[in-house]
């Protein structure tokens, strides 16, 4: 399943002014800050989030979020959000901006 088209253009104008680098990856299209993941239009649906790895835990109890599942291991640090999660800009807005925040704080690469 190709990522969703209209997703990605909606995180493209949340991390304008970040100047973001695009790049298609495990399937999706991911959002880098300073050479860092932050978000990705997943290829599987829905928002892949890049958090601090002590927060996943707690994030997981939200509605509509699910681990990050990469060669059949949960992935701390990550987290999945189903589209039912990011409906609204307002929703959307929460995750990409939690993503950003997080990737801005690791050291460039």
Not at 29 to 57: H, K, Q, W, Y
Not at 82 to 89: D, F, S, V, Y
Request: charged content about 25%.
């Amino acid at each position: 399943m190709a990522y969703d088209e209209d997703l990605a253009n909606r995180i493209r104008e949340l991390v304008a002014a970040e100047h973001a680098e695009e790049k298609r990856m495990f399937g999706g299209l991911a959002f880098l800050i300073n050479g860092n993941m932050s978000v990705a239009a997943s290829g599987r649906g829905g928002l892949m989030v890049r958090v601090p790895p002590e927060d996943t835990a707690a994030l997981l109890a939200r509605k509509h979020v699910e681990p990050m599942v990469m060669a059949g291991r949960e992935t701390r640090g990550w987290v999945r959000v189903a589209p039912e999660g990011i409906a609204t800009k307002r929703q959307l807005q929460s995750w990409v901006t939690r993503g950003v925040v997080y990737a801005r704080s690791l050291p460039p690469k």
